[in-house]
């Protein structure tokens, strides 16, 4: 195969894509665990470590659990390290997600998303990411598999920045980012190195010769609270960081993104909120509904840790009616996102008038066109007095594929059992 | 937008024809996207594969649900429900079937509502590569020609990228170039006719509590993996020697899927529907009594 750097230009997957930019970042230590649909990636640096191509250190661990705090440790030391997860590996290494945020080391990990069990799937929703949400890590969401490649390069320098000093997760939806080949430019090695030099941990690193003891236990309120909150401050750092870093990322390669993304937004009157690759089925959609005649734009969220609250505001403000599209549940209350949004929109008096809550797309189902002319319907449809419930995007041509299995799987008492939804 | 759909089974390279069409269209200067969708299945399984080419970005992922052209390299997984062979053909202008059946006949056969196109690449592949060759190179290039790619040196090169990047041997690679090369001489360009306008949006669903058993993933009917026939999936069949075998049972209690059992005698019978073809009762039989036969279907 081309490398692409001849030509520039390249179709590879997002897995493909993410190796790529861990190769271009000249990472020196890529601690790794299998899980579908992340696999390809560190297979691919696996490839290229043991072929020589690149002198990074690959290492299979024993768990997710052992690769994050490797990979915290090695950051610990200086090193550049970078590592990759899906899933119910993200949520095995929970525990260490805290605990690498709070040792304050940088580096880079890439979730390739997909739903959590169970019941067992494989396709893409963001629940497992954003149960890391509160871990102190930085998240970037990309849409396409050029952005998987960007937002490593600009996460490391992110992450790196001593303003940050956190880890950056970059989230690439599985199947239709980690599996689909799209055309990527790959940027060229000595203009990478221009953009990224090598880590310069400062004085926060281990050597042999100069013993210190990081990550220290911090007993009583007082002290937990200073260091908890520090980690606060840190990421909120990370929003005029990621300014600084776009800037020279557009400056050294031309392409260039803000913490959010505004896709139709200048007269739009009615607002989809969404984060991920499903974005682009919204901007088909919203093509469709331009033609015919109806004011729909997209505000795509990128960096939702830390979260761009001011951007948020600023994009809402005014708009009649704004509908937050949440691949991800929390069963109880419905869309994550939606909670987020309406909280920040919460103080400002020029707020949209209507504000509704959408589920779709979990376990990487489809959300057609129909479901989008649907959202945009509800919108046009709503007053601000109506309640807000979530409403899950689910059709009947859906519903149709369930009653076929349920047979199979001779489910006792059919037709018996149900009741209307509260 | 050019919308390709491709279907076949785990080892035919539907995956790398889907990248083929890809390449050759990406070299031309188009936009493409091209991606394949597979769950926890193995070789033999229904597997499918899609690429997308556009002047402009494009604005789809995931499934082709209307597509333009679809290719199928296996037609026994007509008889697939689950395979979905003919899903949005009323999108289509052509179905592609490697056969070397009247496609008049197919298209009775299977209730194809548009032309449908057909070549032998079993035999032209197995003629030229060699036996058990995957159709990649192929099935890609008669992507490729019906597509209107028929300039032979973008073929090739797709071709020789994309087998390249398998680590297949320059010799292999040299043989499947020229069978795409043959591929080239059989099929042109097909017009793609006016897609019906929008999609039928199908109603939203409001969702209902369903109590217990149906809300959750329970499966109460034991057994009914059997109804599940794998045997489709199989690509070689373990053919049992009863003349040479010594009725050990090995094979019995080796076998991963259980579809072997033992009749009245003790002897080894084979559950054809069910038995996937890994062929671990071959390697295991002590006395090598049974052997592998290529599969044929239809």
Redesign the interface.
């Known amino acids: 195969?081309?490398t692409g750097l001849e030509t520039g230009c390249a179709?590879l997957?997002g897995n493909a894509t993410a190796a790529w930019a861990a190769r271009l970042a000249d990472v020196d230590y890529v601690p790794a665990f299998p899980i579908t649909p992340q696999t390809e990636i560190i297979e691919s640096l696996a490839a290229w470590s043991s072929g020589g191509e690149i002198p990074a250190r690959v290492v299979n661990l024993d768990s997710e659990h052992s690769m994050i705090t490797a990979a915290g440790a090695a950051a610990a030391t200086g090193c550049r390290a970078f590592t990759a997860t899906s899933s119910q590996g993200l949520l095995y290494a929970m525990e260490a997600l805290y605990t690498v945020a709070g040792w304050r080391v940088p580096f880079v990990l890439v979730n390739v998303s997909r739903g959590l069990a169970?019941?067992i799937t494989?396709e893409p929703d963001h629940n497992d990411i954003l149960a890391a949400r509160d871990s102190g890590c930085i998240q970037i969401h990309a849409e396409t598999c050029q952005e998987v490649l960007d937002s490593i390069l600009m996460g490391y320098r992110i992450a790196e920045d001593p303003r940050v000093r956190l880890p950056v997760i970059v989230n690439m939806d599985g199947?239709?980012l980690s599996?689909?080949?799209?055309?990527v430019a790959l940027p060229d090695p000595a203009r990478v190195r221009a953009f990224l030099p090598a880590f310069d941990p400062g004085a926060v690193a281990f050597r042999a010769s100069r013993p210190i003891a990081q990550g220290v236990g911090a007993l009583g309120g007082p002290l937990y609270t200073h260091f908890r909150h520090q980690a606060h401050l840190a990421a909120r750092n990370a929003l005029t960081v990621h300014e600084e870093v776009a800037t020279a990322f557009e400056l050294e390669f031309g392409r260039s993104y803000d913490v959010i993304e505004r896709y139709q937004m200048d007269d739009a009157e009615y607002v989809l909120v969404m984060a991920g690759?499903?974005a682009?089925?919204a901007?088909?959609a919203i093509?469709?509904l331009r033609a015919r005649g109806r004011r729909v734009g997209l505000l795509r969220l990128r960096l939702i840790r830390p979260w761009p609250a001011e951007a948020i505001r600023r994009e809402l403000a005014g708009r009649r009616a704004a509908a937050v599209i949440d691949q991800n549940i929390s069963p109880g209350l419905g869309g994550i996102l939606f909670q987020e949004v309406a909280a920040t929109m919460i103080s400002s008096q020029s707020r949209p008038g209507v504000m509704r809550s959408f589920v779709g797309g979990l376990g990487?189902k489809?959300i057609?066109?129909?479901?989008f002319?649907?959202v945009v319907d509800v919108l046009e449809n709503s007053g601000p007095d109506e309640p807000t419930e979530p409403?899950?995007?689910?059709?009947?041509?859906?519903?149709s594929q369930i009653h076929p299995l349920?047979v199979?799987?001779?489910?006792?008492?059919?037709h018996s059992?149900?009741?209307?939804?509260? | 937008m050019l919308r390709v759909r491709f279907h076949g089974r785990g080892g035919h390279g539907v995956k790398t024809a889907s990248?083929i069409l890809?390449?050759a269209a990406?070299c031309t200067g188009l936009?493409?996207?091209?991606?394949?969708?597979y769950?926890?299945e193995r070789r033999g399984a229904a597997i499918a594969a899609f690429t997308r080419i556009d002047k402009q970005v494009?604005?789809?992922?995931?499934?082709v649900?209307d597509p333009d052209l679809i290719l199928v390299a296996d037609e026994t997984l007509f008889t697939d429900p689950g395979a979905a062979l003919l899903a949005g053909v009323e999108f289509a202008s052509v179905v592609f079937i490697n056969s070397a059946r009247d496609r008049v006949l197919l298209a009775t056969e299977y209730g194809i509502p548009c032309p449908v196109v057909t070549l032998d690449l079993s035999t032209l592949t197995t003629d030229v590569v060699g036996r058990g060759a995957s159709f990649s190179a192929t099935l890609g290039t008669a992507a490729c020609a019906l597509a209107g790619i028929t300039d032979r040196s973008v073929v090739s090169q797709a071709v020789q990228?994309e087998l390249?990047?398998l680590h297949l041997t320059p010799e292999l690679i040299a043989k499947n170039v020229n069978a795409a090369s043959q591929v080239l001489d059989h099929l042109s360009a097909v017009s793609i006719r006016e897609r019906p306008q929008?999609?039928?949006?199908?109603?939203?669903?409001?969702?209902?509590?369903?109590?217990?058993?149906?809300g959750t993933?329970?499966?109460?009917?034991p057994g009914?993996s059997a109804?599940r026939h794998t045997g489709s999936w199989r690509v070689f069949r373990p053919e049992i020697d009863l003349n040479a075998c010594t009725r050990c049972g090995i094979c019995f209690a080796e076998c991963p899927d259980a579809a072997i059992h033992l009749n009245e005698k003790a002897f080894p019978v084979v559950d054809y529907d069910n038995c996937k073809g890994c062929l671990i009762c071959e390697t295991e039989c002590p006395v090598h009594c049974i052997s592998e036969q290529k599969e044929v279907r239809t």
């Open positions: 195969m081309t179709l997957t169970a019941p494989l199947f239709y599996f689909t080949r799209e055309p690759s499903f682009t089925k901007k088909a093509h469709t990487g489809d057609s066109p129909g479901e002319m649907h409403e899950l995007l689910y059709t009947e041509a859906d519903w349920l199979i799987a001779q489910t006792p008492d059919r059992n149900e009741e209307a939804a509260p | 990248r890809g390449s990406f936009q493409v996207q091209d991606s394949p969708v769950g926890a494009i604005q789809e992922r995931g499934l649900l990228k390249e990047s929008g999609h039928t949006a199908s109603p939203i669903h409001p969702p209902i509590h369903l109590l217990g058993p149906e993933p329970v499966i109460y009917a009914n109804r």
